[in-house]
């Protein structure tokens, strides 16, 4: 039986056609499962062409609405943001319009869209993780696992929705699998990989704003590359992918929008440095700023009631252009217990990967406001229960496996494995990303999303410990370029 | 004999019962139809400036959209008065039902723009004129205000009998025509167009006045708006003080928060306001700045909180209102007019921002003991005087709030002051009027009368004692329970991956040699 399995289905195969069954159940079938707008859809949809069916009993946060309209007539919506995102609404649009209708969109073409990009990458990460020739027991071992962590629906629901998180699930997996195929050397197609990998990561960095530090860690990863390619037309690559990953990041960063960048910098003042200080007065007045200010302490940009309005000069001229980036950080180390406080505010929301604020269910399937999904979410449940809550731990496990594979990269050098560099310096990149990400977070939006913002993190961390069990199963952890040793 | 006594005494009650009761404690609403938003060309500034007047004058308004009016609805019983506002004369808007109940309705009729209808005409006792493309000047007590070029405009031709308000000149030479810009006849009256500030409002009051609610002339009442716990306090000392100086009344127009309210920063502002008491300045707490995706966040119960909040939060610092300002799309809905200024008799008007939440939505606005009509000092700017701007010539026949921005800068601040001292109008000044002003809320009930303020009925002293600064020590947050273990989890952790570390170094610096030899290739 279980040779029939062996020769029949591949590891990667076998899967793609769980994940396929387990997310296409979620995603597909009436009633369908996503995540409910939390108002961040507005952003998306109208550039798009997209635009709420009945605005008046529109379900914002509790229930998800299935059905869209689509713009008949000119859009006078401009972005507010640029987005690879918009790439893939556009392809669901197309689909939408070839098979089911030209004025209403369905969003399960939305989910299908991802679904086709995100089996993809289930197949090439399993791939990249087990061994292609053996077949053994342990490659299916590997494969269940990895249906386990990325089949989570806590994931997997955001594919029914607008928000941007997918293109970052997917682009993350793509990465991963696309370098570690390239340290194995085995398949023929070089190029193709290489082009995978660079579109990915520059999906991965233009997709939202605060995702345009990442590529500071994805250049770490992709210096890996030229230790191992170093025929003369590859060693052009590697810096070539670098710069234009820099040049991604900051175009990314650049083109943020004045209206967006106000709401991040508003709340990353109101919700982050003045948020842990008791009377934050004294150090508003020490950076420059009226002490008046630490009254906004705890609002959000949209605060219900608010005593000012934030689009008064009193905010967008005297308040905001007053400090940035350099500003916060300043702050943040000169105030090491407000650091730490938020850090650990952001540490403890790290693995809450579900999105509680918003319900998962259509009105029509008759559940509660904002209910739950509990189908197979067991990962992301255990994730959460157990997985440590300080950012000390996070700084510790990542200083950890930093040092751990600078060690192996230096053991695969001694050895001549020079593959090995691409293994080492994506961990050690993906172990910046992780520290990065908690930093950019609490210093460019405060405490506001952390969850959303984070997501990143628990991305980075499931994608590191798989390819870690992987290599202990196969035996070859401190030689991941070998084959297993026998 | 008998018989004549009777006819005479039936004569009197028939005139009695027969005469519309116009007095001020007629409730009746007025209904306003307006044909269109005209959203592109801003006429919602206009739909918002005609309901806060209307309002200014104690009045109670339902407005409606022409489309939607239903036959029989404006009737002698229900309906005090009704406005008819052509707001997007190019569609040429109209609905026969409404026509024919207008011709039928023997109360009060107004009307704003062009489409005059034949019944209409016969009531104001003229004929209907056309003027295209002139430049307008509006002449109002000896002062004139050059209007934006008109395209199109009605005119009542002929007429006699009737109260003007203000003239219109156009500018041909030779040829020039000079018109009325407000008619009124008996009860019904016209206005070309409407103008939300400058010269024309002071004309608008008038007409409306003398149509409804006939009052004492008021004298502007000076707001400083735009006062927000974040403001600059210091420009807003300033400014204050020169007023004083100058003798010159004001109002406030003031949020509150009502969280961290333990900051000294917290402590400057209400310090700020209490000086701007002492200084003969009146307070009006401004409702909160509404953000609401769905206006689902906004609640009775919330919004009742917030505002009581905010209030006892005041009179506790030993600021006391005497009012609330608000925008008037608060006045048009049920939850945020009905909970949100219940608390206030008096209350500022404020013209609507460009987008806003709606909670509730009303047709149906309340009427206050005292609205003003509030608009920007900066449009009586444009007005040049051809004598000069005497005391008298700028009062107005509803209440009517001029308000001028909180300086930001020293600049700003310089150009205030300017602009409040070269006005040169006669402030209103409630320390001198006998009127009470009551704000009723949570218990208490705030007084201001001649000059003094009450809460409860005991009379308030308002101290000018500056906060000082407290340098208190962080206080220890007590972690307990859950926060406990995980904080104690934590450290565990790390301690625990350090010792780790050290171990696999030292096995590391101890072996390494070993190690390596043992997977080198031979």
């Given at each position: 039986?279980?040779?029939?399995?062996?020769?029949?289905?591949?590891?990667?195969?076998?899967a793609c056609l769980?994940?396929?069954?387990?997310?296409?159940?979620?995603?597909?079938?009436?009633?369908?499962?996503?995540?409910?707008?939390?108002?961040?859809?507005?952003?998306?949809?109208?550039?798009?062409?997209?635009?709420?069916?009945?605005?008046?009993?529109?379900?914002?946060?509790?229930?998800?609405?299935?059905?869209?309209?689509?713009?008949q007539?000119?859009?006078?919506?401009?972005?507010?943001?640029?987005?690879?995102?918009?790439?893939?609404?556009?392809?669901?649009?197309?689909?939408?319009?070839?098979?089911?209708?030209?004025?209403?969109?369905?969003?399960?073409?939305?989910?299908?869209?991802?679904?086709?990009?995100y089996?993809?990458?289930?197949?090439?990460?399993?791939?990249?993780?087990?061994?292609?020739?053996?077949?053994?027991?342990?490659?299916?071992?590997?494969?269940?696992l990895?249906?386990?962590?990325?089949?989570?629906?806590?994931?997997?629901?955001?594919?029914?929705?607008?928000?941007?998180?997918?293109?970052?699930?997917?682009?993350?997996?793509?990465?991963?699998?696309?370098?570690l195929?390239?340290?194995?050397?085995?398949?023929?197609?070089r190029?193709?990989?290489?082009?995978?990998y660079?579109?990915?990561?520059?999906?991965?960095?233009?997709?939202?704003?605060?995702n345009?530090?990442?590529?500071?860690?994805?250049v770490?990863?992709?210096?890996?590359?030229?230790?191992?390619?170093?025929?003369?037309?590859?060693?052009?690559?590697?810096p070539?992918?670098?710069?234009?990953?820099?040049?991604?990041?900051?175009?990314?960063?650049?083109?943020?929008?004045?209206?967006?960048?106000?709401?991040?910098?508003?709340?990353?003042?109101?919700?982050?440095?003045?948020?842990?200080e008791?009377?934050?007065?004294?150090?508003?007045?020490?950076?420059?700023?009226?002490?008046q200010?630490?009254?906004?302490?705890?609002?959000?940009?949209?605060?219900?009631?608010?005593?000012?309005?934030?689009?008064?000069?009193?905010i967008?001229?005297?308040?905001?252009?007053?400090?940035?980036?350099?500003?916060?950080?300043?702050?943040?180390?000169?105030?090491?217990?407000?650091?730490?406080?938020m850090?650990?505010?952001?540490?403890r929301?790290?693995?809450?990967?579900?999105?509680?604020?918003?319900?998962?269910f259509?009105?029509?399937?008759?559940?509660?406001p904002?209910?739950?999904?509990?189908?197979?979410t067991?990962?992301?449940?255990?994730?959460?229960?157990?997985?440590?809550?300080?950012?000390?731990?996070?700084?510790?496990?990542?200083?950890?496996?930093?040092?751990i594979?600078?060690?192996i990269?230096?053991?695969?050098i001694?050895?001549?494995?020079?593959?090995?560099?691409?293994?080492?310096?994506?961990m050690?990149?993906?172990?910046?990303?992780?520290?990065?990400?908690?930093?950019?977070?609490?210093?460019?939006?405060?405490?506001?999303?952390?969850?959303?913002?984070?997501?990143?993190?628990?991305?980075?961390?499931?994608?590191?410990?798989?390819?870690?069990?992987?290599?202990?199963?196969?035996?070859?952890?401190?030689?991941?370029?070998?084959?297993?040793?026998? | 004999?008998?018989?004549?006594?009777?006819?005479?005494?039936?004569?009197i009650?028939?005139?009695?019962?027969?005469?519309?009761?116009?007095?001020?404690?007629?409730?009746?609403?007025?209904?306003?139809?307006?044909?269109s938003?005209?959203?592109?060309?801003?006429?919602?500034?206009?739909?918002?400036?005609?309901?806060?007047m209307?309002?200014?004058?104690?009045?109670?308004?339902?407005?409606?959209?022409?489309a939607?009016?239903?036959?029989?609805?404006?009737?002698?019983?229900?309906?005090?008065?009704?406005?008819?506002l052509?707001?997007?004369?190019?569609a040429?808007?109209?609905?026969?039902?409404?026509?024919?109940?207008r011709?039928?309705?023997?109360?009060?009729?107004?009307h704003?723009?062009?489409?005059?209808?034949?019944?209409?005409?016969?009531?104001?006792?003229?004929?209907?004129?056309m003027?295209?493309?002139?430049?307008?000047?509006?002449?109002?007590?000896?002062?004139?205000?050059?209007?934006?070029?008109?395209?199109?405009?009605?005119?009542?031709?002929?007429?006699?009998?009737?109260?003007?308000?203000?003239?219109?000149?156009?500018?041909?030479?030779?040829?020039q025509?000079?018109?009325?810009?407000?008619?009124?006849?008996?009860?019904?009256?016209?206005?070309?167009?409407?103008?939300?500030?400058?010269l024309?409002?002071?004309?608008?009051?008038?007409?409306?006045?003398?149509?409804?609610?006939?009052?004492?002339?008021?004298?502007?009442?000076?707001?400083?708006?735009?006062?927000?716990?974040?403001?600059?306090?210091?420009?807003?000392?300033?400014?204050?003080?020169?007023?004083d100086?100058?003798?010159?009344?004001?109002?406030l127009?003031a949020?509150?928060?009502?969280?961290?309210?333990?900051?000294?920063?917290?402590?400057?502002?209400?310090?700020?306001?209490?000086?701007?008491?002492?200084?003969n300045g009146?307070?009006?707490?401004?409702?909160?700045?509404?953000?609401?995706?769905?206006?689902k966040?906004?609640?009775?119960?919330?919004?009742?909180?917030?505002?009581?909040?905010?209030?006892q939060?005041?009179?506790?610092?030993?600021?006391?209102?005497?009012?609330?300002?608000?925008?008037?799309?608060?006045?048009?809905?049920?939850?945020?007019?009905?909970?949100?200024?219940?608390?206030?008799?008096?209350?500022?008007?404020?013209?609507?921002?460009?987008?806003?939440p709606?909670?509730?939505?009303?047709?149906?606005?309340r009427?206050?003991?005292?609205?003003?009509?509030?608009?920007?000092?900066?449009?009586?700017?444009?007005?040049k005087?051809?004598?000069?701007?005497?005391?008298?010539?700028?009062?107005?026949?509803?209440?009517?709030?001029?308000?001028?921005?909180?300086?930001?800068?020293?600049?700003?601040?310089?150009?205030?002051?300017?602009?409040?001292?070269?006005?040169?109008?006669?402030?209103?000044?409630?320390?001198?009027?006998?009127?009470?002003?009551?704000?009723?809320?949570?218990?208490?009930?705030?007084?201001?009368?001649?000059?003094?303020?009450?809460?409860?009925?005991?009379?308030?002293?308002?101290?000018?004692?500056?906060?000082?600064?407290?340098?208190?020590a962080?206080?220890?947050?007590?972690?307990?329970g859950?926060?406990?273990?995980?904080?104690?989890?934590?450290?565990?952790?790390?301690?625990?991956i350090?010792?780790?570390?050290?171990?696999?170094?030292?096995?590391?610096?101890?072996?390494?040699?070993?190690?390596?030899?043992k997977?080198?290739?031979?």
């Open positions: 039986m279980i040779e029939k399995l062996r020769r029949r289905v591949s590891p990667p195969l076998l769980l994940a396929a069954a387990i997310v296409g159940y979620l995603l597909f079938l009436t009633p369908i499962n996503g995540y409910a707008d939390n108002g961040d859809f507005a952003r998306v949809i109208y550039i798009n062409g997209i635009y709420p069916l009945d605005p008046k009993n529109y379900q914002y946060t509790t229930y998800l609405t299935q059905h869209y309209g689509l713009f007539y000119y859009n006078e919506h401009v972005a507010m943001l640029f987005s690879s995102q918009g790439l893939f609404v556009k392809m669901a649009i197309g689909l939408n319009k070839l098979f089911y209708s030209r004025t209403i969109f369905d969003l399960r073409f939305m989910g299908l869209v991802y679904y086709g990009f089996l993809g990458g289930i197949y090439l990460l399993t791939l990249a993780l087990t061994d292609r020739t053996k077949r053994q027991l342990v490659d299916y071992v590997i494969a269940l990895v249906v386990f962590v990325f089949a989570d629906s806590s994931l997997t629901l955001y594919f029914n929705s607008f928000f941007a998180e997918p293109v970052m699930i997917i682009a993350m997996m793509y990465i991963t699998a696309t370098l195929l390239l340290m194995k050397k085995q398949f023929t197609r190029w193709s990989l290489l082009v995978g660079f579109l990915a990561a520059v999906a991965l960095i233009t997709v939202k704003q605060q345009a530090p990442l590529a500071l860690s994805l770490v990863v992709t210096v890996g590359l030229s230790f191992v390619y170093r025929d003369k037309l590859v060693r052009w690559v590697a070539l992918i670098c710069l234009a990953l820099l040049g991604t990041g900051l175009a990314t960063y650049v083109m943020i929008t004045d209206q967006f960048s106000n709401i991040n910098s508003y709340q990353s003042m109101t919700r982050g440095v003045l948020l842990k008791a009377d934050p007065g004294n150090s508003l007045e020490k950076g420059g700023l009226s002490r200010y630490g009254l906004l302490k705890g609002d959000i940009y949209t605060q219900t009631y608010a005593a000012t309005s934030v689009k008064s000069k009193n967008t001229a005297d308040f905001i252009p007053q400090y940035n980036f350099a500003w916060i950080l300043k702050y943040y180390l000169t105030h090491h217990q407000q650091f730490d406080e850090l650990d505010v952001a540490a929301d790290s693995y809450l990967v579900q999105i509680k604020a918003v319900g998962d259509t009105k029509d399937s008759g559940a509660k904002h209910q739950q999904v509990q189908y197979f067991l990962f992301g449940a255990i994730m959460k229960a157990f997985f440590p809550k300080k950012f000390a731990f996070y700084l510790t496990l990542c200083v950890v496996l930093a040092i594979y600078t060690i990269f230096v053991i695969g001694k050895s001549n494995e020079m593959a090995v560099a691409i293994k080492a310096f994506m050690i990149g993906y172990a910046t990303m992780i520290i990065g990400t908690f930093i950019t977070a609490v210093v460019g939006d405060g405490d506001a999303d952390l969850a959303k913002h984070l997501l990143i993190v628990p991305l980075a961390l499931n994608l590191m410990f798989l390819q870690i069990i992987a290599d202990v199963l196969h035996h070859n952890f401190w030689h991941p370029a070998r084959e297993e040793q026998q | 004999m008998r018989k004549r006594w009777l006819s005479i005494w039936v004569a009650v028939v005139s009695l019962l027969c005469q519309p009761v116009v007095h001020a404690a007629d409730q009746r609403p007025v209904l306003l139809v307006y044909d938003a005209n959203v592109y060309y801003d006429g919602t500034k206009t739909i918002d400036s005609v309901q806060r209307l309002t200014a004058d104690g009045l109670a308004v339902k407005t409606v959209r022409l939607n009016y239903r036959q029989g609805e404006l009737n002698d019983a229900a309906y005090r008065g009704v406005v008819t052509i707001n997007w004369p190019a040429g808007l109209s609905n026969p039902r409404f026509n024919t109940d011709a039928h309705f023997s109360g009060i009729k107004l704003i723009g062009p489409n005059l209808q034949a019944d209409e005409l016969v009531d104001l006792h003229a004929k209907k004129g003027l295209i493309r002139q430049q307008l000047t509006l002449t109002a007590h000896k002062i004139t205000e050059q209007l934006p070029y008109t395209d199109r405009m009605e005119y009542l031709a002929g007429g006699a009998q009737r109260d003007e308000y203000g003239q219109l000149n156009t500018q041909n030479v030779g040829q025509k000079i018109l009325p810009y407000g008619v009124k006849v008996g009860q019904n009256a016209f206005l070309p167009f409407w103008r939300t500030n400058g024309a409002v002071s004309c608008e009051a008038k007409l409306l006045a003398d149509l409804f609610n006939p009052q004492a002339e008021n004298r502007p009442l000076l707001v400083i708006n735009n006062v927000t716990p974040t403001s600059n306090l210091h420009y807003l000392n300033q400014l204050v003080t020169a007023l100086s100058n003798n010159i009344p004001f109002a127009s949020t509150n928060v009502e969280t961290n309210t333990n900051q000294f920063a917290y402590q400057k502002y209400m310090y700020a306001l209490r000086l701007a008491e002492l200084k009146l307070v009006f707490m401004r409702v909160p700045y509404l953000y609401s995706y769905t206006g966040e906004i609640t009775a119960a919330n919004l009742r909180a917030t505002m009581s909040e905010r209030l939060l005041m009179v506790k610092s030993g600021v006391y209102p005497t009012g609330l300002a608000a925008p008037n799309h608060w006045n048009q809905d049920q939850v945020l007019g009905k909970v949100g200024l219940k608390a206030a008799t008096n209350v500022l008007l404020l013209p609507n921002p460009k987008t806003y709606q909670v509730q939505r009303t047709k149906f606005s009427s206050f003991d005292r609205a003003y009509y509030v608009m920007s000092l900066n449009g009586l700017a444009k007005a005087t051809t004598v000069a701007l005497t005391k008298a010539a700028q009062s107005y026949a509803v209440p009517i709030a001029l308000n001028v921005k909180l300086p930001r800068t020293q600049a700003e601040l310089r150009q205030v002051k300017k602009s409040v001292l070269n006005a040169n109008l006669d402030w209103e000044n409630p320390a001198t009027e006998t009127k009470t002003r009551t704000m009723t809320f949570a218990k208490l009930k705030l007084t201001y009368h001649a000059g003094t303020y009450f809460v409860n009925g005991e009379p308030q002293n308002i101290s000018d004692a500056a906060p000082v600064p407290k340098h208190s962080r206080s220890q947050a007590h972690e307990t859950l926060n406990l273990i995980l904080f104690y989890q934590g450290k565990f952790l790390m301690a625990f350090l010792v780790t570390l050290l171990g696999f170094g030292v096995l590391i610096y101890l072996g390494r040699k070993a190690y390596w030899a997977f080198k290739r031979k």
